[in-house]
């Protein structure tokens, strides 16, 4: 089961079908934020698309596309994945 925590978004479409299509596998048990967290950085805040948190599926972050376009898509998920792991690396019990 899959309990679903809404924020902001900017992008509401994907946003609503991804959370319908987690929902919809029941193999799949965890929590997904939309728009949350948003990461502070020293450029200033970070949002993430999406985010499940589960015991067997673990951290699963995802960048979203609103449109037909995608632009430079490596870079952001490397961008993200650079941001959530430093984040996760100031909490020593994660280490």
């Known amino acids: 089961m899959i309990n679903t925590v809404w924020g902001s978004t900017d992008k509401p479409v994907s946003s609503k079908q991804l959370a319908a299509l987690l929902v919809s596998d029941e193999s ?25 948190v589960s015991r ?12 037909k376009t ?11 994945f650079n941001k959530m792991q430093a984040k ?3 909490h020593q019990s994660l280490i």
């Open 70 to 80: 995608l632009h430079d898509y490596e870079a952001a998920q490397d961008e993200v």
């Open 88 to 90: 996760l690396l100031q």
């Open 56 to 67: 067997k599926q673990g951290l699963v972050v995802f960048n979203l596309v609103e449109g």
């Open 28 to 52: 799949i048990e965890g929590t997904l934020y939309i728009g949350y967290p948003i990461i502070g950085t020293p450029e200033g805040s970070f949002p993430i698309d999406a985010l499940l």
